[in-house]
């Protein structure tokens, strides 16, 4: 199969782009949907170096932009990139909750690998905090299985502890070693995202001002800087609310040799789908459709979890970084929380996870976080890094692990350096 490669990529700085009059609740905003979308396009497409009128599409990844926003059919606001040369050029967007960016990326790579398409511009994009926290559980909860799971009050901090509850009991984890596990994924996260510029929670930011680098500092918090938000995860264990966009050109394989600078090729792709409803899964403890995923990836690619230099990981709760790392197979099973807590996986390891800082840190702004994912490692490989970097060098081999709802989709991305 002819492989599709990433040739340039754009992240804009994620964080809460609006105002909120604390008299009236008024909310102004600071950084528009539109402006991050155009940010993110005119990047990629600048740091890839193409024309814009080589751009023979542009596929956009976004959640729920009409119930964030207001703004739904965002394709053509793709156009306001370059309204000249893009203006004709098709556009969709594709949607797929929290893996929504990958799975824009997937369909472009099935479109370019089709042979009708040689460059796709995809984008990633939503803008979260013009609502406020209620509204904006309620629009994730779509997300969820309605009847069962949101209609019933059950948020993603509820979905997610019920696997943070079903790997503590599975491996009969203590609550305090169990509590430590998740501190110290957390605690990670925000000493890598220290290193980037564009998170969310960087320097000088409320992690930084916390000096929540450490699982000590975290747990010393007192009881009301780090509540329960669904037990037993924690505010701190949650990712943020935030205003975002990335973006990625991709190009053939031919395309992208045609041009001068580097390639990072696309070397694998998995997909798979689980049950919306947790009540219908087997069991929560580990995410088994992203393991599935991971194996079609990883096959496709020739690779296995030992050639992986860098990867990034749906960090959305920090229980799911720990079942992510086990579904990539870089732990074992059951192992994951033991070897964060050993002090594994950190810019020094042989394998970083989250060398970006993750969700925890650098942000979540839902149908973004895909294509930053992508853009991140892009960065990484091709010797510009944005965030911490990794000690052993430049990563050749990376690995995407992208999960939309409550790990019902699925999307995993091998990355390997051609150019
Ligand atoms: N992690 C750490 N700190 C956070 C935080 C988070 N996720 N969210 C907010 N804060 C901090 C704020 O910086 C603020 O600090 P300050 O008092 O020093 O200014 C304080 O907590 C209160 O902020 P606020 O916005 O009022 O928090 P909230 O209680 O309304 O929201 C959550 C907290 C956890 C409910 C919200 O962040 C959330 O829903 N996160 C998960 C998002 C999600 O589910 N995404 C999809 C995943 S699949």
Redesign the pocket.
């Known amino acids: 199969m002819s492989k599709v490669c990433i040739v340039g990529a754009h992240n804009t700085k994620f964080g809460s782009f609006v105002q909120r009059n604390k008299e009236t609740g008024e909310i102004t905003d600071v950084l528009s949907l539109y402006e991050l979308l155009v940010e993110a396009a005119r990047g990629a497409v600048g740091d890839s170096g193409i024309d814009p009128k080589e751009i023979d599409g542009i596929w956009i990844g976004s959640f729920a932009p009409a119930m964030f926003t207001n703004q739904d059919h965002l394709g053509p606001l793709a156009l306001e990139a370059f309204p000249e040369a893009f203006r004709f050029k098709p556009t969709k967007r594709v949607e797929g909750a929290?893996a929504s960016g990958s799975m824009a990326i997937f369909d472009a790579i099935y479109a370019i690998e089709s042979g009708r398409f040689r460059n796709i511009l995809v984008v990633g994009v939503e803008k979260m905090n013009l609502l406020k926290?209620l509204g904006?559980?309620h629009t994730?909860a779509g997300a969820s299985h309605w009847p069962s799971e949101g209609a019933e009050g059950m948020t993603?901090?509820a979905l997610f502890a019920e696997y943070a509850k079903g790997y503590r009991d599975h491996y009969k984890l203590g609550d305090d070693e169990f509590r430590r596990i998740l501190a110290t994924c957390a605690a990670q996260m925000y000493a890598n995202g220290l290193e980037n510029p564009l998170a969310h929670f960087g320097k000088g930011g409320?992690s930084d001002k916390l000096g929540l680098v450490t699982a000590e500092a975290i747990l010393g918090l007192p009881e009301d800087r780090n509540p329960i938000?669904a037990d037993p995860l924690r505010?701190?264990d949650?990712?943020?609310?935030s205003d975002g966009a990335a973006a990625v050109v991709l190009s053939s394989a031919d395309a992208a040799r045609s041009r001068k600078g580097p390639a990072v090729e696309i070397s694998g792709i998995g997909h798979s789908t689980e049950r919306l409803a947790i009540k219908d899964r087997a069991n929560m403890h580990e995410l088994i459709a992203a393991k599935r995923a991971v194996a079609e990836a990883f096959k496709e690619a020739g690779v296995t979890s030992k050639d992986l230099d860098a990867v990034e990981v749906h960090d959305?709760f920090t229980i799911n970084q720990v079942l992510c790392t086990e579904a990539l197979g870089l732990s074992a099973d059951g192992q994951a929380g033991k070897d964060y807590l050993a002090g594994r996986f950190g810019p020094r390891d042989r394998c970083p996870v989250n060398l970006s800082g993750g969700l925890k840190a650098k942000g979540?702004p839902?149908g973004a976080t895909g294509v930053s994912m992508h853009a991140m490692l892009y960065k990484q490989m091709t010797g510009t890094p944005i965030g911490a970097t990794r000690a052993m060098g430049l990563p050749g081999v990376c690995a995407t692990l992208n999960v939309g709802g409550s790990a019902a989709t699925n999307a995993v991305s091998v990355l390997k350096r051609i150019l």
Not at 238 to 241: A, F, P
């Open positions: 929290c926290t904006v559980t994730l993603f901090p409320p938000v505010l701190h949650c990712s943020l609310v959305c979540h839902v």
